[in-house]
Structure formats: C-alpha cells, structure tokens
C-alpha cells in the first residue's frame, strides 16, 4: 500500500454537505474518514478514532476544508514520490499513507504527523515541497525502524523512543539539510542536556511503553522538548564517532554506548 486518495473522502464529505446541509458535520466525518479507518485502530469505535486524530491535528469538522489549495500543492503525489524513493534507500515496509488537513488550530507550524507501526497520518496546509518531503521521511522513518526492532508500542523502551526521534531528526538533517530540523533541537547546552540525562533519563531508560514517555520528549515536569533533543545528540553524536551506516536497524543500546551519553 502507499498513499490513500484521501482528497477523494474529502470531496465525499464536501458534497454531501452541499446536499444535506443539515447532517451532523462531525458523524459526516466519522463516517467518511473514521469508519475507515477501523481496521488501522485494531478495530476500535470511530469516536475514539476521531478523537485521536484531532489530538495529532486532524481538522476540525467545521473547520473550512481547503481541499483545492492542497491538490493544486501536489502534496499527494509529492508524498507518494517520497515514499517510493524512501522504501528502496530504506528498504522499509509497505504501509498506508493518510494525508489530511491539518486543524486552523494549528498556525503556528501548519504541519504534524504520526506514525505507528501499521500507518503513517500526515495533517498539512500549505507547506513548502521540502518541507512536506522532511516531514514524511521522519514518519516513515519511525515505520521502517519499529519494522526493525520488531516491538510493540507497549514493549518499546525510553531509551528506543529517544533514538525514535533522533535517527528520524539526523536522517531529515542527511537527506534535506538542517534548514528542516525541528527549531528547537538547539534549545540546550550538551552541558545542560548531559545533567538532565543523569538525574531524569538514565534511572527510567528501560521503562516500557510508548504512551508513557510522552513528559520526557516533550516537557511536563522536565524542560520542553529535552528528550527530543538529548535523542537527536545520542544519534548525532553516534554518527560522529562512528558513522550512520545501518543504524535503522542497530540495536538502540549499541548507538547509546557509541554516543556521547554515558551509560551511568
């Protein structure tokens, strides 16, 4: 599978609009983009489904659906051109590409994705080309190194999401230039990130479960986004000492010994 013609549920959803102005216009979403999706969510309700997605930047239903800006953008063909280079430099699995509107919620960065191990959700406006081709390379990227590890969500480590994002982030910064790195991963020091890593990382790195990990990555408690960026300098650090062959599929404890994090 590749890219789903999305743009077409969107047209769907535009014309029964037109001709029953009426229809509950977050049901009219379910039933065109939610029901399916059922299988993707191991068969779980379309309200849960819809939720989900919202909370990754899925548009909202009365939001205004600017269908034509993205077609006349190519944004699904530019995508399915990615994945078709990607998955031969990768060699990485077949998986279904959903691209969507991103919520007007969302100005700030007009982009967001999420993978999992079976999908990969893209919620877009109006992006530049590279910049819509470095967004999908890091969700696939995620896609091709849960392939390799071969884990759950639920078996899947502190320390493996934190090389999740660091090989997507040095694999974006490879293909298409730092221009399209995420702004923030200069936020610390090595200094700063090294002390955090002792006190707040080493003594929770084997803690399972992906949905679990999520006040490491990006903030709570801890600084905003420093486990996205102590992730980047495990990776980037590795590369520098010894190179950025074959890491999709090297084992995220071997790149952590390799890199400039100590191990205690």
């Known amino acids: 599978m590749s890219v789903i013609p999305t743009n077409e549920w969107l047209h769907e959803i535009m014309e029964i609009q037109k001709l029953v102005p009426k229809r509950n216009i977050y049901e009219l979403q379910r039933t065109i983009i939610c029901n399916r999706l059922i299988e993707i969510f191991n068969n779980g309700n379309p309200e849960e489904i819809q939720f989900e997605l919202q909370q990754q930047g899925l548009y909202l239903p009365h939001e205004n659906l600017a269908i034509q800006k993205l077609e006349k953008q190519n944004v699904w063909l530019i995508v399915q051109e990615e994945f078709n280079y990607l998955k031969e430099k990768w060699n990485g699995p077949n998986v279904p590409i959903y691209i969507l509107p991103i919520t007007q919620e969302q100005t700030m960065t007009k982009k967001n994705g999420t993978a999992y191990p079976n999908a990969i959700f893209l919620f877009v406006g109006e ?62 020091s090595m200094e700063k990130m090294l002390e955090i890593w002792k006190k707040y990382f080493l003594p929770q790195m084997n803690s399972e479960g992906l949905a679990h990990h999520g006040e490491f990555l990006y903030g709570g408690k801890l600084p905003q986004w420093v486990g996205y960026c102590i992730g980047y300098e495990i990776v980037r650090t590795y590369i520098k000492n010894h190179s950025s062959n074959k890491l999709l599929s090297k084992d995220s404890k071997e790149i952590l010994t390799g890199s400039d994090f100590p191990l205690q």
């Open 127 to 188: 992006l530049k080309k590279q910049e819509l081709r470095a967004l999908f390379a890091h969700e696939y990227n995620h896609v091709c190194r849960l392939h390799c590890i071969n884990k759950s969500l639920n078996e899947v480590t502190l320390l493996d999401s934190l090389v999740l994002e660091g090989l997507a982030e040095c694999a974006v910064e490879e293909i298409y230039g730092d221009e399209w790195l995420t702004p923030w991963l200069g936020n610390y």
